[in-house]
């Protein structure tokens, strides 16, 4: 009885959680970071250089973006026409931009990104455990096949295969899981491993983490009894992500941000453009500055504002 429990409690979280994974639909950058009618036009109609660079600086004078393209330019999308959020990426195969897009799993058919980042690793974690209680559960018959304890049936058979299988699932589903389990620990995607993301002032690979404590709140939230549910728990809105590493930008000296300037004697520095109210209280509580504070002071030099040149980026 407490087998079959426990069996279809797994059960349950793991089927859950695989199905929102794959029918959370991916979320698209708002309104405000399309350009609007007017700028859309005067980007088709000027040649490439200078004139375009306006365009889409005062497209995002106004927009919560830190990051830039290698050549430091404004991040772009020529196919969905719109500037590109912070951790925002265009999906080929889905052909839209994604926010926090970590990358287009084929065993969902689906993007995994900021709608539906908690989701999947719920369904690692479910899927994992549940494959190690079927392993668990079948290793005693398991071993009296190798012993010639079984019945001579074709049921044994059955019994090799459950095993294989579950033990093989859960080797690979591990290292997937641990993986994420960085990912998450250190504030990255998949895609920002591969390409670190890069600030106005330079390219920092830590660039968004907090310290490990509010990094998970930021994937799982405040409210510790939904961690383990699969149900949409994550702050923020996918479109401003707080950050230890942004300087103060010369052309934003008008925003919000630029009431915190004082804050440069201290070990970080506050954003230069204001987020989402569900996330500003991370850059309040000062334990989580301790992974990044070193980090921050480098991050003082710099302060040169490159040209920008459209480039576009997938």
């Avoid at 990426?89 to 990358?103: G, Q, T």
């Avoid at 934003?252 to 300037?261: D, E, K, M, R, V």
Wanted: charged share 20%.
């Amino acid at each position: 009885v407490v087998c079959l429990v426990a069996y279809h409690i797994f059960f349950m979280l793991f089927v859950w959680s695989y199905w929102k994974t794959i029918f959370t639909l991916p979320m698209n950058p708002s309104k405000e970071f399309h350009l609007s009618y007017s700028d859309k036009e005067s980007l088709e109609r000027e040649p490439r250089g200078e004139s375009q660079q306006e365009v889409l600086r005062r497209a995002a004078k106004d927009l919560p973006i830190y990051t830039r393209t290698m050549s430091g330019a404004i991040r772009y999308c020529d196919r969905c026409h719109l500037v590109k959020p912070d951790r925002c990426h265009h999906c080929s195969v889905c052909d839209k931009c994604i926010l926090k897009m970590d990358h287009h799993c084929p065993w969902v058919n689906n993007c995994v990104g900021f709608s539906n980042y908690k989701f999947f690793l719920l369904f690692l974690a479910y899927s994992l455990l549940y494959c190690l209680f079927i392993a668990a559960t079948d290793l005693q018959y398991f071993i009296k096949f190798w012993t010639n304890g079984l019945p001579d049936t074709q049921a044994k058979f059955h019994i090799m295969f459950l095993f294989f299988a579950a033990a093989m699932f859960s080797v690979s589903l591990s290292s997937l899981f641990g993986y994420h389990c960085w990912l998450v620990s250190k504030n990255k995607s998949t895609l920002e491993v591969f390409r670190a993301p890069i600030f106005r002032h330079r390219t920092d690979k830590n660039g968004f983490s907090l310290g490990f404590s509010k990094n998970l709140r930021q994937v799982f939230g405040d409210e510790k009894k939904y961690w383990l549910v699969p149900v949409f728990s994550s702050l923020g809105d996918g479109c401003s992500f707080p950050t230890c590493l942004v300087n103060q930008d010369p052309e934003q000296a008008s925003t919000p941000g630029a009431l915190n300037s004082t804050a440069k004697t201290e070990n970080h520095l506050f954003p230069a453009k204001p987020l989402r109210d569900s996330q500003s209280h991370l850059l309040t509580d000062t334990p989580s500055w301790s992974e990044t504070s070193g980090k921050a002071e480098k991050g003082k030099v710099g302060m040169s504002n490159p040209a920008l040149t459209m480039e576009n980026e997938t």
